[in-house]
């Protein structure tokens, strides 16, 4: 058994594995962050690192909502852990140091919800995924039915989700004259920081309508653009980067060389320069944002959903079959740029070949399953939005509805060889009992799944514009299979 990834074992890395350039012990915390998946750690906590060195006010306390996995992994580690940057070129290791210290929220309440209300804590970001929101995808406003929301309005010194904790961490700095956090939301929601500012406002007033307007008034949610590919770490990397580390790491993170943070330039109580290491500041996040979400997650989940059901583990297996790409090619080209409005300067042809080239990378192994996860959350900002804009514009949209469509397949739970397909998803039991009541007919499970208005609203479901090529991409799924359809399409 080999040592354990330490600050006592960083002098026994190989030299050309990067460490903390700093001293640890002198920072202090400016940031906590909810949500410490694996994106966060390949990307924010990153940016952060990058300036520790000239600011050490902005060190990171990280809290998983749900799971103790990466507590269990990192506090051994004195919250130290790999950096895998893989291509075709190689592997480039980096020890990240940025992440103080994780807490377990559940298990851990109060101690969350002090270092939240502490003065010194002036950021509060957030990667919790789509669901973690509490939120109506299809209307982008607080879902005041979900059980979280419910548990948390009558127990407010408990909360469970992340709206709780904020709108608790916020009540108690108003009460004690700390001004309030900037709450920064790194994840794929449309108009990201509108969205949480909204849900967070809602919140707010159920609890007392003179702090709903408190929040609304004071509380900055800057919207962001993040991107950057973070597979699931997989055991075969942990053993490949500990026979490089010569230590053991309990969980590394696996990512690409190219990374990007465009973000809304408002925080009232101060921020990093994150500006002079690569992010970008500007006074409209929108563009960027229908950018990435339509064409890097749209595409993804397209690929994910088709891929997965003809029979490839991973995106780079995935487009290495030609009439994959040229169809995600033909998607981003013909159906979704149409429906950006790019600042002067943006060179969206150049960010699509990037796009073609990283969904390629054979050092990725990122795995169609894992991005088909949640789709009931990702589809109306990655495919139904860019819908809505093409039926605006009198467009077609047969290869949007055929990802849609290779959703629809996909949420049955029974692949194209009659085995399970393990669906998770917040809505995956009704998805699955819908999907059974339909039986096998194509034009019946589709009219059924349209009828879920939480993801597709009052109007999709009653545009034959929309609802047609649906259905006949559907059949043609039923018919020929994933495979021969894409095959059959360009």
């Known amino acids: 058994m080999s040592k354990r990834l330490s600050e006592a074992s960083l002098n026994d890395l190989p030299r050309a594995v990067m460490r903390p350039p700093y001293d640890r012990s002198a920072v202090t915390t400016g940031i906590v962050h909810l949500g410490v998946g694996a994106f966060h750690r390949a990307h924010q906590a990153v940016y952060v690192e990058d300036i520790l060195a000239q600011e050490p006010h902005w060190g990171i306390v990280a809290a998983s909502l749900r799971s103790p996995d990466t507590y269990d992994a990192l506090e051994p580690q004195d919250g130290l852990y790999t950096l895998s940057i893989r291509s075709g070129e190689g592997e480039k290791l ?13 298990q851990a ?10 003065p010194k804590t002036r950021i509060v970001s957030l990667t919790v995924t789509e669901k973690g929101y509490c939120h109506d995808p299809a209307t982008g406003t607080l879902n ?15 909360p469970r989700s992340a709206p709780g904790f904020i709108i608790e961490a916020l009540r108690r700095r108003r009460i004690a004259g700390v001004p309030p956090f900037t709450v920064l939301t790194c994840d794929n929601l449309p108009s990201n920081g509108r969205t949480v500012k909204r849900v967070l406002t809602r919140f707010a007033e159920l609890s007392d309508p003179a702090f709903g307007r408190f929040v609304a ?12 590919i973070v597979p699931a770490t997989s055991d075969e990397d942990r053993r490949r980067i500990r026979e490089e580390l010569g230590v053991t790491d309990a969980w590394p993170v696996v990512t690409e060389p190219f990374t990007q943070w465009v973000i809304e330039d408002s925080f009232p109580q101060g921020r990093p320069t994150w500006e002079t290491v690569g992010a970008e500041f500007v006074s409209d996040v929108e563009p960027y944002e229908h950018m990435k979400l339509r064409l890097l997650n749209g595409s993804h989940s397209t690929l994910a959903y088709l891929g997965y059901l003809a029979g490839y583990e991973t995106v780079a297996d995935t487009m290495a079959d030609p009439a994959f790409e040229r169809l995600i090619a033909g998607l981003m080209n013909e159906e979704v740029t149409s429906t950006l409005h790019m600042p002067a300067g943006a060179d969206l042809a150049a960010y699509k070949r990037a796009l073609i080239e990283r969904f390629k990378n054979p050092a990725l192994r990122h795995r169609t399953w894992q991005i088909a996860m949640d789709g009931s959350q990702k589809l109306p900002q990655r495919l139904l939005g860019t819908v809505r804009d093409r039926l605006r514009d009198d467009a077609p949209i047969q290869r949007l509805a055929l990802g849609v469509a290779a959703w629809m397949r996909y949420v049955t739970g029974i692949d194209e060889q009659g085995a399970p397909i393990d669906v998770r998803d917040p809505m995956a039991a009704r998805l699955r009992e819908t999907a059974d009541r339909a039986g096998v007919s194509p034009e019946r499970l589709a009219g059924e799944l349209l009828a879920v208005r939480e993801i597709f609203g009052d109007d999709l479901p009653h545009d034959a514009r929309f609802t047609g090529p649906v259905k006949a991409a559907l059949g043609q799924l039923y018919a020929q299979g994933a495979k021969r359809t894409v095959a059959n399409w360009v």
């Not at 980096?94 to 559940?106: D, H, K, M, N």
């Not at 309440?109 to 502490?118: F, G």
């Not at 004071?218 to 950057?228: G, K, N």
Request: with cysteine.
């Open 94 to 106: 980096r020890v990240i140091g940025a992440i103080q210290r994780v807490i377990v929220a559940p």
């Open 109 to 118: 309440i109060e101690d969350l919800l002090k270092v939240m209300a502490d």
């Open 144 to 158: 005041e039915s979900h059980p979280d929301v419910v548990h948390d309005l009558r127990n407010p010194h408990l």
């Open 217 to 228: 008034n004071e509380v900055a949610c800057p919207c962001t653009m993040v991107d950057r």
